[in-house]
């Protein structure tokens, strides 16, 4: 079981693409458990996660996430945003088992 966790704004504008990118991981027979939060939930959340995205919108926040991140050996990434802005499931799915691979 993977766990992704994305982080945005507000944790509502990944919510289409977390869909998509549940129905990329079905269609690829992943199991993975993949949600998203408000920037504020996501330092709490991080510690169940496998890897973290962050929207493109808080790629400013980066730094601060990743002193927790790295602490407790959790990948993160900026989601790209031309993945984003086109809602690309897959690509960010396969974003993020890379980072989960190459930890």
Same mark, same amino acid.
């Given at each position: 079981?993977? %766990?992704?966790?994305?982080?945005?704004?507000?944790?509502?504008?990944?919510?289409?693409?977390v869909?998509?990118m @549940?129905e990329?991981?079905?269609a690829?027979?992943?199991e993975?458990?993949?949600?998203?939060?408000?920037? /504020?939930? !996501?330092?709490? /959340?991080?510690? %169940?996660?496998d #890897?973290?995205?962050?929207?493109?919108?808080m790629?400013?926040? @980066? @730094?601060?996430?990743?002193t #927790?991140?790295?602490?407790?050996? #959790?990948?993160? /990434?900026?989601?790209d945003?031309? !993945?984003?802005? %086109?809602? /690309?499931?897959?690509? #960010?799915?396969?974003k993020?088992?890379?980072?989960? !691979?190459?930890?």
């Open positions: 079981m993977k %766990r992704i966790l994305l982080a945005c704004s507000s944790g509502m504008s990944t919510s289409l693409l869909s998509k @549940k990329a991981a079905e690829k027979g992943i993975a458990e993949i949600w998203a939060v408000a920037q /504020d939930k !996501a330092m709490k /959340d991080i510690e %169940r996660a #890897v973290l995205l962050i929207g493109p919108q790629r400013f926040m @980066k @730094k601060k996430f990743s #927790v991140a790295d602490q407790i050996g #959790v990948p993160l /990434d900026v989601i945003p031309v !993945a984003y802005g %086109r809602i /690309d499931g897959e690509a #960010v799915l396969d993020a088992l890379e980072l989960i !691979a190459n930890k």
